[in-house]
């Protein structure tokens, strides 16, 4: 077997790892090779000095680090002011949706209601309006479920507002009856935010999946 087989393994030996040789024969090899053992003590002396020599000096740049960092990580300030906007919007629906149902009360309770209305069309009045309250309460509680209840409440609002501006011009509804149908108007405009802002949230991440190369 040739020499540089051994002065392989020895360097092996050297690194903590497998000699690939049988045993005893590396030291026996040593031992009978005079041109092999010296060139083993000068490994193990080079290996020594590269093992024990001291680090070079590195500059302390954790002050130059930090100083480079932004005040402010990129997206933070904006995801907090949307989840504020977020909060702010569900509160002001919550009050909303708990103020028209105070407008069903009334009607459902005792069956009365602006204009003498017969008692039924009182309750169904009132079950109307405590419908749109539940729903504007439940977009409160699950934001995601504005999207869904828009239609059906945009829908409602947009036919409630042309047929009370006509009976307004008509003489056939007083006012104040009137103004209570703002409060579905503005319900049905914060849940049109919430909506949007839902689709702005579920938006942004799927662009910056596309731009991820595959």
């Known amino acids: ?25 590396l030291d026996a090899h040593l031992g009978a090779c005079a041109a092999c053992a010296a060139w083993a003590r000068q490994a193990e002396r080079v290996t020594r000095r590269t093992r ?9 740049l954790t002050a130059a680090v930090l100083a ?8 933070v300030a904006a995801a907090a002011r949307a989840r504020l906007a977020g909060t702010a919007l ?18 459902l309770s005792t069956g009365a209601a602006a204009m003498s209305a017969p008692v039924h069309m009182a309750h169904e009045s009132g079950a109307w309006n405590l419908g749109i309250a539940a729903a504007f309460l439940a977009v409160a509680a699950a934001p995601r479920l504005a999207a869904g209840a828009l239609p059906f409440l945009g829908t409602f609002a947009a036919l409630l507002t042309a047929l009370t501006v006509a009976d307004l011009r008509a ?13 579905v108007l503005a319900g049905v ?3 049109a935010a919430v909506a949007w802002q839902g689709r702005r949230r579920r938006v942004v ?5 596309e731009r991820v190369p595959a």
Do not use: I, K, N
Not at 91 to 101: N, R
Not at 205 to 209: K, N, S
């Open 68 to 75: 480079a960092l932004p005040r402010e990580l990129p997206g």
């Open 1 to 25: 077997m040739q020499c540089a087989t051994y002065r392989e393994a020895f360097s092996a030996r050297l690194d903590g790892e497998p000699t690939g040789l049988a045993e005893g024969s």
């Open 171 to 183: 003489g056939r509804v007083h006012a104040d009856r009137a103004v209570t149908h703002l409060l």
């Open 90 to 107: 569900r509160l002001a629906l919550l009050a909303v949706g708990v103020a028209q149902a105070g407008v069903a009360w009334p009607a």
């Open 189 to 191: 405009a914060l849940v």
């Open 52 to 60: 024990l020599a001291p680090a070079p000096a590195v500059p302390d």
């Open 205 to 209: 991440p799927a662009v910056g999946r």
